[in-house]
T-cell receptor, first 112, second 115 residues
Framework: KAGVTQTPRYLIKTRGQQVTLSCSPISGHRSVSWYQQTPGQGLQFLFEYFSETQRNKGNFPGRFSGRQFSNSRSEMNVSTLELGDSALYLC???????????FGPGTRLTVL | AQSVAQPEDQVNVAEGNPLTVKCTYSVSGNPYLFWYVQYPNRGLQFLLK??????LVKGSYGFEAEFNKSQTSFHLKKPSALVSDSALYFCAVRAVQYGNNRLAFGKGNQVVVIP
């Protein structure tokens, strides 16, 4: 099976812009979770989608949002970008059979 | 709330020596515990997990971990380290709860295996 894929792999944006990141889960996986990784804060949970519904949400401002489509693909959007949003954004998928989250390679976002 | 502590920033070990990476956790109720490894500019790669059953869990690439409920620990071990094991290792926990897929990660341990 193909693994979790994320596009794009790298992004450079300026403050105030918005950005959309995409995640395609492993075939058959209906849960998609997003995490932010920074040197200072480590790995932090953003949100999880299951069957097109947000099931869990972390402690991030409303500028961070997401959605999931009927084919389980997910997108994450960050509006009004700030310098502190520079991070590696990781997507993970899991199925109802396995309790394991499998991660994609991440999208490296740099905000200038 | 759920949280993980990985007390050491970096673990240095000589090639061929045993490797141990420490992890303690806090969670309400029973835990699901995981270890992931991250190589530079890559995502997280799953190594092993504890769900239930035997306290000693075996995973990929010769790694194993021991679940100790009384000490709330889940230390990662490898009997003989390789240079290629040099990477960043993360311990993660989540509560056993339907509909909860939220992982809490430790800060990570940089493992350096010295040839």
């Amino acid at each position: 099976k193909a693994g979790v894929t994320q596009t794009p792999r790298y992004l450079i944006k300026t403050r105030g812009q918005q950005v959309t990141l995409s995640c395609s889960p492993i075939s058959g996986h209906r849960s998609v979770s997003w995490y932010q990784q920074t040197p200072g804060q480590g790995l932090q949970f953003l949100f999880e989608y299951f069957s097109e519904t947000q099931r869990n949400k972390g402690n991030f401002p409303g500028r961070f949002s997401g959605r999931q489509f009927s084919n389980s693909r997910s997108e994450m959007n960050v509006s009004t970008l700030e310098l502190g949003d520079s991070a590696l954004y990781l997507c993970a998928s899991s199925s109802t059979v396995t309790d394991t989250q499998y991660f994609g390679p991440g999208t490296r976002l740099t905000v200038l | 709330a759920q949280s993980v502590a990985q007390p050491e920033d970096q673990v240095n070990v000589a090639e061929g020596n045993p490797l141990t990476v420490k992890c303690t956790y806090s969670v309400s109720g029973n835990p699901y515990l995981f270890w992931y490894v991250q190589y530079p500019n890559r995502g997280l790669q799953f190594l092993l997990k504890y769900i239930t059953g035997d306290n000693l869990v075996k995973g990929s690439y010769g790694f194993e971990a021991e679940f100790n409920k009384s000490q709330t620990s889940f230390h990662l071990k490898k009997p003989s380290a390789l240079v290629s094991d040099s990477a960043l290792y993360f311990c993660a926990v989540r509560a056993v709860q339907y509909g909860n897929n939220r992982l809490a990660f430790g800060k990570g341990n940089q493992v350096v295996v010295i040839p």
